[in-house]
Structure formats: structure tokens, C-alpha cells
């Protein structure tokens, strides 16, 4: 499996959906679940699944992805032929950027071309979920397909995100259109509605013959874009996401995080008594970059004498509450809630300072922020949305480098 399949992670997505959370960031590369990057879930599922030749294709704002590969994911063996690769566009079609999926595959031929592997994995980086994409290739080589498509059943006719999928009752792939836009996905339901999740395998020599012809403009999707048009003269197979096939435990969630409230909710859920992605999982555990600091505490304020509490959250190191309250958040490394302080249902990332006797609700707070003294946000829906970016749902998001 490990010098047969090679590995692309698509990853130079911006994200406009989480803006202002990808200003300075890509998709890829956003904090999740108190101490992880969103690219950690799909490289820790090909670690799992026994992937060792991996190629992150990266664009956007790459420095900080960059940065996270490095510190986090330097850990194959370049003398067993193994690595994880970031790979900005290099140009050699041209002088154009990536402009889509199947462009950035085409600007990179060449590494396609000289991989000895029979198949190629393609994979989306921007997605939260737990997959064995050993038993996806697997069941791709039996079929003897050219194409196997990842597939998972939603609530409603589509996500307006991701296309839509018709199989013949042996699994093969009829026709993929978009999804219209407007209704929610869930990826535990058993509906016979189907969608794309990103995730392809492809025969090598095909991949290969498809990307030869000269394409003009930028494209979105590679169901949409490289497979539909060729339906009529391949085998196309879905493999559906959640069977009983493959190793990890099937919790059979799936979030591409597609706005601020979906990023939010996909947090919050890590905080139920049963969330529907389990992070304790010992079966297959998700690999990061932490930093070397100190556990996380609880302290008595200086001024008050007031015991620091956290009820129902997520404390990662560093951490230190003294004298405040944290109710149903998550507080990623580095962050100090003061004395009085109180923070409910919130996403601090790393570094916040919230001063004494701040009080924050449904909020997102970025990098380093510092919250000053007696602050309020997510109280006055008007006042917050003259200050910082307010989502449909109601959260408030303070940018990085947000001066009060």
C-alpha cells in the first residue's frame, strides 16, 4: 500500500466561507477542537491507513500550513522512500496559479509521472472526518475501476457544496451534477440521497490520459470537471463513507466547514456528553503540533480571592483561568481568562488575553487578541456587527490583530 498509492492532498483552498478566519491562514490550516489544524484529520487518516508517500498541494497564504507540516508532520523516512511534501505551484504549465483541483493535479504532472505507484489518492484537506482510505483502494482494485468515488448519504438534496451522486445498484457511478444550494448535509443519514466528499481514487495511467487536454479558465470540482464529462467511457465506482469496511471505528461524521457557523457547531458538538466526532477514540487517534507549555490550570484570582472554574470545556496547555469562569468553550493553548472574567460558549485561539471582568458569549476570538478590561461581545448584535464579522447564526468573530 505504501510505495503503490500515491497521495495528493488538495490544500490551497482560501476558504471565503470562514473569512475573517482565513485572512492570514488557508482553509487547511484553521485551529479546530482546541489544538488541531482542519489538513490534521485527513493527513492523521493517512497515517492510519498506511499512506507514506503524501504530496500537500498548497497556495493560498501558505506560510503558516507550511509552518504546521514541518513542526507537526516531519516524521516519515526519506531513506524508506516515505515523506510528506508540500508543494506550491512551481509554473511549469505556464506562469498561471493553481486555478482548481484539476488544474493544480495537471501543474504537477510530472510528480504523477514519476511516482511508481499504480493508483493515485486524491484528497481534500479542508474537511473534518475519520476515514480508512486503505480499504478505499482496496475496494477500488476489486471493482477494477478506472475511478472510485467517495460517497455519503445527506438529509437533503444537496449541501450546496458538493456534487451529487446517482449509482446503478452495483455500485456504479450514473451521473454527478451540483448540489443546489440551501439545504444541510448530515452524514449519518441513511438516505439514499448521495453527495462527493473530495475523495478520489484514480488508476494512474488514467489520470494521466485525462489530464492531457489543454483546459482554459478555472475549475471548481473534479467530480464535476474531470469525471463527468467522461462518464460514458470509464468505470466509475462509488465506495460508500461509514460501512463496515476499514478499521477506524465508523463514527461516520463528515463537516467540510463551510461558513462560520458551520466551524462553530463542528466545535461546540466536541464538547456533548456523546459528540458525534469522538476526539478519545483510541483506535485512531489524530497527530498535531503542540508546543512545549506548561499543563493548563485553575488559580484563585489576585484581587478577588475568587476560585478559577471551567465547567463542560476544553483546556489546552498553557492554559491558565485565574479567578474568571469558562462555561461550553474551548480554549486553544496559551489563553488567560483574569480575574471576574466570564467566557460561555466561545472559541478562544491561541494566546487570547481576556482582562478582568470581560464577558464574552458565542464568540470567536482570534490569535493574541487581548480583551480589554470589562469588555462585552456577543450581547448587542448591532454593536458587535459595527466592531467585528457577525455570522447568520449569531457569532461573533474578532479578527486577528483586532486593536479594542
Same mark, same amino acid.
Given at each position: ?114 511516482? #511508481? ?5 486524491? /484528497?481534500? *484537506?479542508?474537511?473534518? %472526518? ?5 480499504? $478505499?483502494? &482496496? @475496494? ?109 471505528? #465508523? ?5 467540510? /466547514?463551510? *461558513?462560520?457557523?458551520? %466551524? ?5 458538538? $466536541?464538547? &456533548? @456528553? ?118 447568520? *447564526? ?11
Amino acid at each position: 500500500m505504501s510505495f503503490d498509492t500515491l497521495t495528493l492532498v488538495l490544500a490551497a483552498n482560501r476558504g471565503t466561507g470562514l473569512e475573517p478566519l482565513t485572512i492570514d491562514r488557508p482553509k487547511a490550516a484553521v485551529p479546530f477542537g482546541g489544538k488541531y489544524r482542519v489538513i490534521d484529520f485527513t493527513l492523521a487518516n493517512c497515517l492510519h491507513s498506511g499512506l507514506r508517500q503524501v504530496l500537500v498541494l498548497t497556495q493560498y497564504k501558505s506560510h503558516s500550513l507550511h509552518k504546521h507540516l514541518r513542526d507537526g508532520w516531519s516524521i516519515f523516512n526519506p531513506e524508506l522512500r516515505e515523506f510528506i511534501t508540500a508543494v506550491p505551484p512551481q509554473q511549469r504549465e505556464g506562469l498561471n496559479w493553481y486555478g482548481g483541483p484539476f488544474d493544480a493535479i495537471r501543474q504537477n504532472r510530472y510528480l504523477v509521472e514519476r511516482s #511508481p505507484a499504480s493508483q493515485v489518492l486524491v /484528497l481534500v *484537506g479542508e474537511a473534518i %472526518y475519520r476515514m480508512d482510505y486503505a480499504e $478505499l483502494v &482496496r @475496494a477500488h482494485r476489486e471493482s477494477g475501476a478506472q475511478v472510485t468515488l467517495a460517497v455519503r448519504g445527506i438529509r437533503e438534496p444537496g449541501s450546496g457544496v458538493q456534487p451529487l451522486v446517482r449509482l446503478d445498484g452495483e455500485g456504479q457511478v450514473l451521473g454527478l451534477s451540483p448540489a443546489p444550494a440551501g439545504a444541510s448535509g448530515d452524514p449519518g443519514s441513511g438516505d439514499e440521497t448521495l453527495s462527493t466528499m473530495g475523495v478520489y481514487c484514480f488508476e494512474k495511467s488514467w489520470l494521466l490520459a485525462a489530464l492531457d487536454p489543454a483546459r482554459e479558465g478555472p475549475d471548481l470540482d473534479l467530480g464535476l470537471d474531470l469525471i463527468a464529462p467522461l462518464l460514458g467511457d470509464l468505470k466509475a465506482c462509488g465506495y460508500r463513507f461509514g460501512g463496515e469496511r476499514g478499521r477506524v471505528t #465508523p463514527d461516520r461524521y463528515w463537516c467540510d /466547514l463551510a *461558513g462560520i457557523d458551520d %466551524y462553530y457547531q463542528a466545535n461546540m458538538g $466536541l464538547l &456533548r @456528553a456523546a459528540p458525534p466526532l469522538d476526539l478519545y477514540q483510541t483506535d485512531w487517534n489524530i497527530r498535531t503540533y503542540q508546543g512545549q507549555f506548561p499543563p493548563a490550570r485553575t488559580v484563585p484570582g489576585v484581587t478577588s480571592g475568587t476560585e478559577g472554574i471551567f465547567v463542560n470545556s476544553m483546556l489546552s496547555a498553557g492554559t491558565v483561568i485565574s479567578g474568571g469562569g469558562v462555561n461550553q468553550s474551548i480554549l486553544f493553548p496559551r489563553v488567560r481568562v483574569c480575574d471576574g472574567a466570564i467566557v460561555d460558549s466561545s472559541i478562544l485561539f491561541d494566546g487570547v488575553q481576556v482582562g478582568p471582568g470581560a464577558n464574552l458569549r458565542n464568540c470567536i476570538i482570534e490569535k493574541d487578541v487581548q480583551v480589554p478590561p470589562k469588555v462585552r461581545i456577543g450581547f448587542e448584535r448591532t454593536q458587535d456587527s459595527e466592531r467585528f464579522t457577525v455570522s447568520p *447564526g449569531g457569532i461573533a468573530v474578532v479578527p486577528k490583530g483586532y486593536r479594542f
